[in-house]
């Protein structure tokens, strides 16, 4: 009973809210996918595979993005190559260089999310309605904005150091 009152206190912070919020978005998202048959990729392969442009992007590019090590995304993309959601092509810019982009098993997977998450949209719109759905959309970027500046001012001050 303690516990219980303890964790319901500490969901009621921002990042509780939050938390949840994601928590059971990508619950219902992954559900969605694991029907249509694309159950087992991880967070970070998701991830990942987010970040692929059409005609490909090299592994440096997805690491940057991410925020991880090439090597951990060079992991990801030879498990989601070998599952058959990626291939590996020659950049048609420097012959040096490959490039990661969708099979067609991929770019089925990257319409099954947006699908799901427009699906999921459409559930939440009769508890919160279109105006509640765009102020939520306005609350969250300026949260993202307001915490991003103070992360900024903290890379400034670290640097000054």
């Given at each position: 009973?303690?516990?219980?009152?303890?964790?319901?206190?500490?969901?009621r912070h921002?990042?509780?809210?939050?938390?949840?919020a994601?928590?059971a978005?990508h619950?219902r998202?992954?559900?969605?996918?694991?029907?249509?048959?694309?159950?087992?990729l991880?967070?970070?392969?998701?991830?990942?595979?987010?970040?692929?442009?059409?005609?490909?992007?090299?592994?440096s590019?997805?690491?940057e993005?991410?925020?991880?090590?090439?090597?951990?995304?060079?992991?990801?993309i030879?498990?989601?190559?070998?599952?058959?959601?990626?291939?590996?092509?020659p950049d048609?810019?420097?012959?040096r260089?490959?490039?990661?982009?969708?099979?067609?098993?991929g770019?089925?997977?990257?319409?099954?999310?947006?699908a799901a998450?427009?699906a999921?949209?459409?559930?939440?719109?009769?508890?919160?309605?279109?105006?509640?759905l765009a102020?939520?959309r306005?609350?969250?970027?300026?949260?993202t904005?307001?915490?991003?500046?103070?992360?900024?001012?903290?890379?400034?001050?670290?640097?000054?150091r």
């Amino acid at each position: 009973m303690v516990e219980e009152r303890a964790l319901q206190e500490a969901n009621r912070h921002l990042d509780g809210e939050l938390w949840s919020a994601f928590q059971a978005f990508h619950g219902r998202v992954s559900a969605q996918l694991a029907k249509r048959g694309h159950d087992g990729l991880t967070g970070a392969q998701a991830s990942a595979m987010a970040q692929l442009e059409p005609l490909g992007t090299r592994a440096s590019v997805v690491a940057e993005r991410m925020g991880i090590s090439k090597q951990a995304v060079s992991q990801f993309i030879d498990e989601l190559e070998r599952i058959g959601y990626v291939e590996r092509v020659p950049d048609p810019l420097d012959a040096r260089a490959k490039l990661v982009r969708c099979t067609r098993k991929g770019a089925r997977y990257r319409r099954d999310v947006e699908a799901a998450r427009e699906a999921i949209e459409k559930e939440v719109l009769p508890r919160i309605g279109q105006r509640g759905l765009a102020e939520l959309r306005t609350q969250l970027q300026r949260v993202t904005e307001a915490l991003g500046e103070q992360e900024s001012e903290i890379r400034l001050i670290a640097r000054q150091r």
